[in-house]
């Protein structure tokens, strides 16, 4: 009998990867192309949606050329996706209207800001997120309100709006299959919690059409096939669908309640899964689904992060740092006595603030503080803002956070880890697998396709543990200082 394998698709903000996993969860091969950043004068950022398809066909075509494995061995595949990014397309000739409106832009604060106290509140009990321009319901109102064509095609029936997955799937499809899950649908703002459909509702208040919306089904469901624009003599099932974060909290193996872990990435999400009862939270967090799998929801709390991996960015842009790889050094390299933070508010702050106003700036710089120090403020920004998150989702779960399964580039920061764990005051326990959003979704295909079991999620695949080593006095202090810059940020806004 030959091998079988399964391909993870990980369509992330920064571009798209592939991934071969073989019946083991091993990592028989992996590929990478970037998509274009569109950034405008107002700070609008944008995707192409023709291109970010385009790349997910040629990653996987590449996939196979580099591995040498024969197409014919691959008996499924699973797709991540960038969460929160919307788009919309027609129905009939699925050419995108517009491009996609990405998670990080907030050009719908104006949306969000205009809902009365009314909707605001439906909006946060049903779908258990607060109203926001960085989710996809007043991103999809916003698409509706300033692209004509999108009204008319949605007055005729024949626009379709989703995130990316939808999107990846209805074109690897041939337009066959109009699907998303339980997770991404969870994201979007418009989908009920409690009766697991979308919520008439919010969509009539927002003036977006039901119809216009995918059909929801469990991660592990039938999403069609696809032969890759032929590339496959025979169509591949598509078995596994996951939002990132929720890809990543699956290939971390943390299946059951009080289990978490943290996502690095352009932004970072810090998640726990609190198994299949939906519960509200009180500190800022937002409840959401897991997944689906085989008719059964597990529910999540998360706090989201806008700036994290793009901080390194943004260092590098700036001159600050010529290679990200030199942050590390540089942050030991820095005064202790310097007080110097970063809030990251390049596009407002994300949980557990929620202001959509806020700007970034450095706070408590003293005439010696130089480069060191700002890089250095830079990476313990992305581990003070998932303390805070951390911090609220104790609260509200009623459980101490004593071990943080982590993954992502930054993960590769040995200062910025030992950092967080400082801060948090827990375990942090690194995969060894930087790609596991693209193995989550892999090995739910691969599970659904019957090649995988779910052994291979404890299979035990640790890189690096991190201790809290850093006294209470030095870190309270830390802290303290944070949250007095996070305030003077917010306009003196009680935290």
């Known amino acids: 009998m030959s091998e079988k394998y399964i391909i993870g698709i990980d369509q992330s903000t920064q571009g798209t990867k592939a991934i071969l996993l073989d019946r ?4 028989a091969g992996k590929t990478y192309l970037p998509h274009e950043q569109i950034v405008n004068e107002q700070g609008w950022v944008s995707h192409d949606p023709e291109e970010i398809f385009r790349n997910t066909v040629q990653t996987v075509k590449m996939l196979i050329g580099q591995t040498a494995v024969d197409p014919k061995d691959v008996a499924a595949i699973g797709i991540s996706n960038q969460r929160e990014t919307t788009l919309a397309w027609e129905r009939e000739t699925g050419k995108p209207v517009g491009h996609a409106v990405v998670w990080q832009c907030a050009r719908a604060k104006k949306i969000a800001a205009g809902a009365d106290e009314e909707f605001a509140a439906l909006v946060r009990e049903r779908t258990g997120i607060p109203f926001s321009p960085y989710f996809p319901a ?11 064509r999108a009204r008319e095609l949605a007055e005729a029936d024949g626009l379709c709006i989703g995130t990316v997955d939808a999107w990846l799937i209805w074109k690897l499809t041939g337009g066959n299959v109009f699907r998303t899950d339980f997770s991404n649908a969870s994201r979007m703002q418009l989908f009920d919690l409690h009766t697991l459909r979308w919520n008439e509702e919010i969509c009539a208040g927002l003036g977006i059409p039901v119809p216009a919306l995918p059909e929801v089904t469990d991660s592990d469901g039938d999403y ?7 590339f496959f003599e025979e169509p591949v099932p598509i078995r596994g669908v996951l939002g990132d974060s929720h890809a990543a909290l699956f290939g971390q193996g943390c299946i059951r309640p009080g289990m978490a872990k943290a996502t690095y990435g352009t932004g970072s999400s810090v998640m726990m899964n609190i198994g299949p009862a939906f519960r509200r939270s009180t500190h800022g967090l937002v409840t959401s689904l897991a997944w689906g799998r085989s008719g059964r929801v597990d529910y999540v709390l998360e706090g989201n992060i806008n700036y994290s991996g793009a901080i390194i960015t943004w260092l590098k842009e700036t001159g600050l740092l010529t290679d990200p790889a030199e942050s590390g050094e540089l942050a030991e390299q820095a005064n202790p006595a310097d007080t110097t933070y970063l809030v990251p508010a390049f596009s407002g702050l994300g949980a557990p603030y929620w202001n959509s106003e806020a ?8 005439r010696t503080t130089g480069r060191a120090e700002l890089v250095r403020a830079g990476l313990e920004a992305m581990a003070y803002q998932a ?3 951390a911090e609220a989702m104790g609260e509200d779960a009623g459980l101490a956070l004593e071990e943080l399964r982590v993954d992502g580039g930054p ?3 040995r200062f910025l880890m030992q950092f967080q764990s400082d801060m948090l005051r827990a375990s942090i326990r690194v995969s060894e697998v930087e790609e596991l959003s693209a193995v989550g979704a892999a090995v739910m295909a691969g599970i659904a396709a019957g090649v995988m079991d779910e052994s291979i999620l404890n299979a035990g695949r640790t890189r690096t543990v991190y201790s809290p080593r ?3 006095e030095t870190r309270e202090r830390k802290i303290s200082g944070w949250k007095e810059a996070v305030q003077s940020i917010l306009g003196g806004e009680r935290l």
């Open 359 to 366: 700007r970034a700036a450095f706070v408590g710089m003293s």
């Open 411 to 413: 993960t590769a920061n």
């Open 224 to 230: 069609g096939a696809t032969t890759l624009e032929g």
């Open 138 to 148: 007043a991103k999809a109102a916003w698409i509706l309100r300033n692209h004509p």
């Open 24 to 27: 083991t969860g091993g990592i």
């Open 387 to 389: 303390a805070d998150i």
């Open 470 to 472: 850093m006294d209470d």
